[in-house]
């Protein structure tokens, strides 16, 4: 007997079950298929490269209408269903028309979701799903501006797929980096490289707020930061929800999803259930392949032939021209889980393989996915590799390989990356002169003048020996920032300036780093890097911070905390005082000491009390000490010349103006300094960081002194006679040190490396030099000068209190 | 029998971060990694006691913030030459917030 089946919805799924049916009989059913798109299947995945002009609707029609009339469907397309009527077994269309059906066939998909901010209805703003929308974004002209909103795998295809035609596009992305589903940080870091490189915008952590209009057309997207983004089309691509509201009128038991059981039937035995609007065991779908498991269970069942759906690994590719990207299985760090990384800056290549008990349990790939469908074989099988796991990550064809090469960073470098960054010396220059004969240090600096100024490039300039020469190079090694990468840290430092590297994930990436994310010991160091070179483009990472800097409070050997308010060039007020001594009662503060620093340290303080004490200390005007800091600290003063007999010039008030000036910079090292009015020198300037002694001339400024685990007396780098041109020198220096130091070293072990005479050049003889530091210095200053105490309060006091607290939970 | 309980939101804590949870026994360190994945450890290390919370988070590593020894937060095992291990406690996130078994948590004492 011929038995009815009413298809709702003519997409993949139902697609593939329908021709999964056939292949087994045409003659048991008679199917009627509704659609409420005006056609019929087609391949929904290949939009994107209609979008882009690979390919046309034509090419990409999987069911046209000799195939429907082959096996004799009735089409009812850019028709909907309105209601299911269970009771009778009958569809009602939208035009009213009833149907009986023995077996009912739902497969509508997803809608696109549509976040509803303010202004989403107006003309302009869409979707990505159907033609219909790939229409409406390939009618585009160049110089039209498009709005993307969302950086997922729909989204970037969109906004690729407009930018080849030349549209301008941005991509707004409210995640930390592209595709977090599907890629880590630094595949994710990768992408965006290469979309950038396409011409689109590409803005991540970025928050919508209002899509703006104009007599009801869209005309730009406000983020929350107050930047206005004009557009000409705004394409929301930020997830997908099944199509659930026919089922769920008509009763049947539905989640996020219509719920379906192992044989793909509903809540209701004569109702089956196919693709993106189903929820199996608690998941829904969003890719074809399961879709396309599900649809021939579907045929099974129908047939009434036992058949189980059985979830699978999934993997994700991009469709992207150039963009090769491939990720897979689950990659999250996790308890017993491991990573193996693989970085070729060279090629723009990234690959990962996160390893469980000798399974490969997850993979990302970047610029080189050939490999991948192996990688993917060994998830889905869960295959054993604990026989190949060295050279696992080389792919399929690995015969015997190569230990890593520690010079590969510098190998990989281009031919006009400047390697000396003092007298603009490019790799290519040095590699020609190493060929033509000077073979070792002395030769090169001789030769090409690299590395015979500040001489932080040495190590770069002596890699780049080795790679030329080979074995014939005997170099002295400086020794490696850390465990996770071959280089030093000034190789790092530099490579961060000319390479232009401006985010942990860039230089992870581009210095082919061995580990994820680093480890205690780099990350503070990379995160000073970044943020002294690029202090507007780089955001400072506390996370990468020792806890002291986090938390801003010095903790104790007991986990509590110091703390350390800032006193102007060691000067005080009776109110300062009282509400010092008031936080001490209350926050029962145990120890208060006068520090060798000219100031008050409040120690033994609760972790969770920091930012009230602050608060507090905040409302009697006083600000952070920055006593934890690699920063500036203290700025000592005597009582100067509107006091002492001896004094010359006003010694306390040079050191309050320059500690309102230097207040705040995050520095290699921290830095101390001290003012005293007369050579007899009572602030101890001649054993400070940046030390002043005043005469009757004017000032004598001194740098490079120690008096900690080292003692040695300040150099004199100048004498001036005005306040002016102290302050200036002062800053000038200062940022010279922030700029070319290495993380950890005070300025005297700084001075001691790159001499003297060269500090002197930058800071003393030139000016135009010394004007462009102090410019700098401004620069950085303009956003690290804020008082983290009352910044915390504001926006992070809660991250200081217990996450919960269970002994409360317990007594209620 | 395991029953979980909810701890809070995993947005409370930054990645690459951790908070401390209090319990009727002491502190535990629930750390968020750079992938999002939680871990829950006794929050004093084996050294000398100090907070592991505060410590730097990478991979799936938490350096000690007093004298930087390195725990393996799956195993809680100390790293390279130092020798100690710290507690573990089953942790997992489901929608978004930080579940934890509680009777875990009340047979610390025991453990
Ligand atoms: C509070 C204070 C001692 C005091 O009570 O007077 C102090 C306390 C600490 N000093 Fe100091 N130093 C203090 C003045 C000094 C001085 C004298 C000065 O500043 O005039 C020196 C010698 C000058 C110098 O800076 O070198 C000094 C040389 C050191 C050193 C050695 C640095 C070096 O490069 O040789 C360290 C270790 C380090 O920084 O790596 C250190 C480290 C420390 C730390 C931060 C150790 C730590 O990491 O926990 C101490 C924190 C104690 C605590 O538990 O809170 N402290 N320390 C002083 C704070 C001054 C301030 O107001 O900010
Ligand atoms: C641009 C784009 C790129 C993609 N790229 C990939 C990729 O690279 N890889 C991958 O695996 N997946 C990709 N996908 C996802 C993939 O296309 C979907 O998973 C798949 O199409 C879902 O199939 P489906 O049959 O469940 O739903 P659909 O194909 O959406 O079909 C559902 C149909 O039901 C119709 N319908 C809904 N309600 C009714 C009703 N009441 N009455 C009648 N008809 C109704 C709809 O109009 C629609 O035509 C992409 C999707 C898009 C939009
Ligand atoms: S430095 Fe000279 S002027 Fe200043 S207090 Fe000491 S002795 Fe007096
Ligand atoms: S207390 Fe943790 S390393 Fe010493």
Same mark, same amino acid.
């Given at each position: 007997?011929?038995?009815k089946?009413?298809v709702?919805g003519?997409?993949?799924a139902?697609?593939?079950?329908?021709?999964?049916?056939?292949?087994e009989?045409?003659?048991d059913?008679d199917?009627?298929?509704?659609?409420?798109?005006?056609?019929?299947?087609?391949?929904?995945?290949m939009l994107s490269p209609?979008?882009?002009?690979?390919?046309t609707?034509?090419?990409i029609?999987?069911?046209?209408?000799?195939?429907?009339?082959?096996?004799?469907?009735?089409?009812?397309?850019?028709?909907?269903?309105?209601?299911?009527?269970?009771?009778?077994?009958?569809?009602?269309?939208?035009?009213?028309?009833v149907?009986?059906?023995?077996k009912?066939?739902i497969g509508?998909?997803?809608?696109?979701?549509?976040?509803?901010?303010?202004?989403?209805?107006?003309e302009?703003?869409?979707?990505?799903?159907?033609?219909?929308?790939?229409?409406?974004?390939?009618?585009?002209q160049p110089?039209?501006?498009?709005?993307v909103?969302g950086?997922?795998?729909?989204?970037?295809?969109?906004?690729a797929?407009?930018?080849?035609?030349?549209v301008?596009?941005?991509v707004?992305?409210?995640?930390?980096?592209?595709?977090?589903?599907?890629?880590d940080e630094?595949?994710?870091?990768?992408?965006r490289k290469?979309?950038?490189?396409?011409g689109?915008?590409?803005?991540?952590?970025?928050?919508s707020?209002e899509?703006?209009?104009?007599?009801?057309?869209?005309?730009?997207?406000l983020?929350d930061?107050g930047?206005?983004?004009p557009?000409?089309?705004?394409?929301?691509?930020?997830?997908i929800?099944?199509?659930v509201a026919?089922?769920?009128?008509?009763g049947?038991a539905?989640?996020?999803?219509?719920?379906?059981?192992d044989?793909?039937?509903?809540s209701?035995?004569d109702?089956?259930?196919?693709?993106?609007?189903?929820?199996?065991d608690g998941?829904?779908?969003?890719?074809?392949?399961?879709?396309?498991?599900?649809?021939?269970?579907?045929a099974?069942?129908l047939q009434?032939?036992?058949?189980?759906?059985?979830?699978?690994?999934?993997?994700?590719?991009?469709?992207?021209t150039?963009?090769?990207?491939f990720?897979?299985?689950?990659?999250?760090d996790?308890?017993?889980?491991?990573?193996?990384v693989?970085?070729d800056?060279?090629r723009?290549?990234?690959?990962?393989?996160?390893?469980?008990e000798?399974k490969?349990?997850?993979?990302?790939?970047y610029g080189?996915?050939?490999?991948?469908?192996?990688?993917f074989?060994l998830?889905k099988?869960?295959?054993?590799?604990?026989e190949?796991?060295?050279?696992?990550?080389?792919?399929?064809?690995f015969?015997?390989?190569?230990p890593l090469?520690?010079t590969?960073a510098?190998?990989?470098?281009?031919?006009?990356?400047?390697?000396?960054?003092c007298?603009?010396v490019c790799?290519s220059?040095?590699?020609?002169a190493?060929?033509?004969?000077?073979?070792d240090?002395?030769?090169?600096?001789?030769?090409?003048?690299?590395?015979?100024?500040c001489?932080?490039?040495?190590?770069?300039v002596?890699?780049l020996?080795?790679?030329?020469?080979?074995?014939?190079?005997?170099g002295?090694?400086?020794?490696?920032?850390c465990?996770?990468?071959?280089?030093?840290?000034m190789?790092?430092?530099?490579?961060?300036?000319?390479q232009?590297?401006?985010s942990q994930?860039?230089v992870?990436?581009?210095?082919g780093w061995k580990?994820?994310?680093?480890?205690?010991?780099c990350?503070?160091?990379?995160?000073y890097?970044?943020?002294?070179?690029?202090?507007?483009?780089?955001?400072?990472?506390?996370?990468?911070?020792?806890?002291?800097?986090?938390k801003?409070a010095?903790i104790?050997k007991?986990?509590?905390?110091?703390?350390?308010p800032?006193?102007?060039?060691?000067?005080?007020?009776?109110?300062?005082l009282?509400a010092?001594?008031?936080?001490?009662?209350?926050?029962?503060?145990?120890?208060?000491?006068?520090?060798?620093g000219?100031?008050?340290?409040l120690?033994?303080?609760?972790g969770?009390?920091l930012p009230a004490?602050?608060?507090d200390l905040?409302?009697?005007?006083?600000?952070?000490?920055?006593?934890?800091?690699?920063?500036?600290r203290t700025v000592?003063?005597?009582?100067?010349?509107?006091?002492?007999?001896f004094?010359?010039?006003d010694?306390?008030?040079?050191?309050?103006?320059l500690?309102?000036?230097?207040?705040g910079s995050w520095?290699p090292?921290?830095?101390?300094?001290?003012?005293?009015?007369c050579p007899?020198?009572?602030?101890?300037?001649?054993?400070?960081?940046?030390?002043?002694?005043?005469?009757?001339?004017?000032y004598?400024?001194?740098?490079?002194?120690?008096?900690g685990?080292?003692?040695?007396e300040?150099?004199?780098l100048?004498?001036?006679?005005t306040?002016?041109?102290?302050?200036?020198?002062?800053?000038?220096f200062?940022?010279?040190?922030?700029?070319?130091?290495?993380?950890?070293?005070?300025p005297?072990?700084?001075?001691?490396?790159?001499?003297?005479?060269?500090?002197?050049?930058?800071v003393?003889?030139?000016?135009?030099?010394?004007?462009?530091?102090v410019?700098?210095?401004?620069l950085?200053?303009?956003v690290?000068?804020?008082d983290?105490?009352?910044?915390?309060?504001?926006?992070?006091?809660?991250s200081?209190q217990p996450?919960?607290?269970?002994?409360?939970?317990?007594?209620? | 029998m395991?029953?979980?309980?909810? @701890?809070?939101a995993?947005?409370?804590?930054? $990645?690459?971060?951790?908070r +401390?949870?209090k319990? %009727?026994? #002491?502190?535990?360190a629930?750390?968020r990694?750079g992938?999002?994945?939680?871990y829950?450890l006794?929050?004093?290390?084996?050294?000398?006691?100090?907070?592991?919370s505060e410590?730097i @988070?990478?991979g799936?590593?938490?350096?000690? $913030?007093?004298?930087n020894? +390195?725990?393996d937060? %799956?195993? #809680?095992?100390a790293?390279?030459?130092?020798d100690?291990?710290?507690?573990?406690?089953?942790?997992?996130v489901?929608?978004?917030?930080?579940l934890?078994?509680?009777?875990?948590l009340?047979n610390?004492?025991?453990?």
């Amino acid at each position: 007997m011929v038995k009815k089946l009413v298809v709702i919805g003519a997409g993949m799924a139902s697609g593939r079950a329908l021709e999964t049916l056939f292949k087994e009989t045409s003659e048991d059913w008679d199917v009627t298929l509704f659609n409420a798109e005006p056609r019929g299947n087609y391949d929904r995945i290949m939009l994107s490269p209609v979008l882009a002009g690979d390919k046309t609707y034509q090419d990409i029609v999987i069911h046209d209408d000799a195939w429907y009339a082959e096996h004799g469907v009735t089409c009812r397309f850019g028709e909907k269903v309105a209601e299911i009527n269970r009771e009778t077994k009958q569809v009602m269309a939208e035009n009213g028309d009833v149907l009986d059906y023995d077996k009912l066939l739902i497969g509508t998909g997803s809608n696109p979701f549509m976040i509803p901010l303010p202004g989403h209805d107006l003309e302009g703003v869409i979707a990505y799903r159907d033609l219909e929308d790939t229409e409406r974004m390939m009618s585009m002209q160049p110089g039209q501006k498009v709005v993307v909103i969302g950086g997922g795998l729909l989204g970037l295809e969109a906004a690729a797929g407009m930018a080849a035609r030349g549209v301008e596009v941005t991509v707004v992305h409210i995640m930390g980096h592209l595709m977090e589903r599907q890629l880590d940080e630094a595949a994710g870091y990768l992408l965006r490289k290469a979309l950038v490189d396409k011409g689109i915008t590409v803005m991540c952590s970025a928050n919508s707020k209002e899509i703006l209009g104009e007599n009801g057309k869209v005309k730009a997207l406000l983020l929350d930061d107050g930047t206005e983004l004009p557009c000409d089309l705004l394409c929301m691509a930020v997830g997908i929800r099944p199509n659930v509201a026919l089922a769920k009128e008509a009763g049947l038991a539905v989640g996020r999803g219509i719920h379906v059981d192992d044989q793909m039937v509903t809540s209701d035995p004569d109702i089956l259930a196919v693709g993106e609007c189903v929820e199996h065991d608690g998941q829904v779908f969003g890719l074809v392949a399961p879709l396309y498991d599900q649809a021939k269970i579907v045929a099974k069942t129908l047939q009434g032939e036992e058949a189980a759906f059985v979830q699978k690994s999934l993997s994700t590719k991009l469709k992207v021209t150039g963009c090769d990207l491939f990720s897979a299985g689950d990659f999250a760090d996790g308890e017993g889980r491991e990573d193996i990384v693989f970085r070729d800056p060279a090629r723009g290549v990234y690959k990962r393989l996160v390893i469980e008990e000798n399974k490969v349990v997850g993979a990302v790939f970047y610029g080189d996915t050939s490999d991948s469908s192996w990688f993917f074989g060994l998830i889905k099988d869960g295959t054993d590799i604990a026989e190949m796991r060295e050279t696992l990550i080389f792919g399929p064809n690995f015969q015997g390989g190569e230990p890593l090469d520690p010079t590969a960073a510098v190998a990989a470098l281009p031919p006009d990356a400047e390697i000396c960054g003092c007298n603009g010396v490019c790799k290519s220059e040095i590699v020609e002169a190493i060929e033509a004969g000077a073979g070792d240090l002395g030769a090169v600096r001789a030769t090409t003048k690299a590395s015979a100024s500040c001489g932080t490039c040495t190590g770069l300039v002596e890699q780049l020996l080795a790679f030329t020469l080979g074995d014939a190079f005997d170099g002295s090694k400086e020794a490696a920032i850390c465990g996770c990468s071959d280089l030093t840290h000034m190789d790092v430092r530099r490579l961060i300036k000319s390479q232009e590297l401006k985010s942990q994930q860039a230089v992870w990436q581009e210095l082919g780093w061995k580990t994820k994310d680093g480890c205690h010991v780099c990350r503070p160091a990379v995160n000073y890097y970044l943020l002294a070179d690029w202090p507007v483009e780089y955001e400072d990472d506390p996370q990468s911070r020792f806890i002291n800097e986090r938390k801003h409070a010095n903790i104790q050997k007991d986990g509590t905390y110091s703390v350390v308010p800032r006193m102007w060039g060691g000067m005080t007020t009776p109110d300062e005082l009282r509400a010092i001594a008031d936080a001490a009662d209350k926050y029962s503060v145990p120890t208060v000491h006068v520090t060798g620093g000219q100031r008050i340290d409040l120690l033994g303080v609760k972790g969770e009390d920091l930012p009230a004490i602050w608060a507090d200390l905040n409302k009697a005007g006083m600000v952070s000490g920055h006593a934890y800091a690699k920063g500036l600290r203290t700025v000592k003063t005597c009582v100067g010349k509107d006091h002492c007999r001896f004094g010359t010039q006003d010694s306390t008030g040079l050191g309050i103006q320059l500690e309102k000036k230097l207040w705040g910079s995050w520095t290699p090292h921290k830095v101390k300094l001290a003012v005293s009015g007369c050579p007899r020198n009572c602030a101890e300037a001649t054993c400070k960081d940046i030390g002043v002694v005043c005469v009757d001339s004017g000032y004598q400024i001194g740098v490079a002194g120690a008096a900690g685990m080292d003692v040695k007396e300040t150099e004199r780098l100048a004498d001036v006679a005005t306040e002016e041109e102290a302050m200036e020198m002062i800053q000038a220096f200062m940022q010279l040190y922030r700029e070319n130091a290495k993380y950890l070293d005070r300025p005297y072990k700084w001075v001691a490396k790159v001499g003297l005479d060269w500090v002197k050049e930058q800071v003393v003889d030139d000016l135009e030099t010394r004007k462009a530091l102090v410019e700098r210095f401004a620069l950085s200053q303009s956003v690290y000068q804020k008082d983290p105490w009352a910044q915390h309060v504001e926006e992070k006091a809660e991250s200081y209190q217990p996450i919960a607290n269970l002994t409360l939970e317990a007594a209620e | 029998m395991s029953s979980w309980i909810d @701890v809070g939101a995993l947005d409370a804590i930054q $990645p690459r971060g951790a908070r +401390v949870l209090k319990t %009727a026994f #002491g502190c535990v360190a629930v750390f968020r990694t750079g992938e999002d994945e939680v871990y829950a450890l006794e929050n004093s290390c084996p050294h000398k006691g100090g907070p592991l919370s505060e410590g730097i @988070v990478h991979g799936s590593k938490v350096t000690c $913030p007093l004298h930087n020894w +390195v725990f393996d937060m %799956a195993t #809680g095992q100390a790293q390279g030459a130092d020798d100690g291990r710290v507690a573990t406690y089953p942790v997992r996130v489901e929608a978004g917030r930080i579940l934890m078994d509680a009777a875990f948590l009340q047979n610390r004492s025991a453990a």
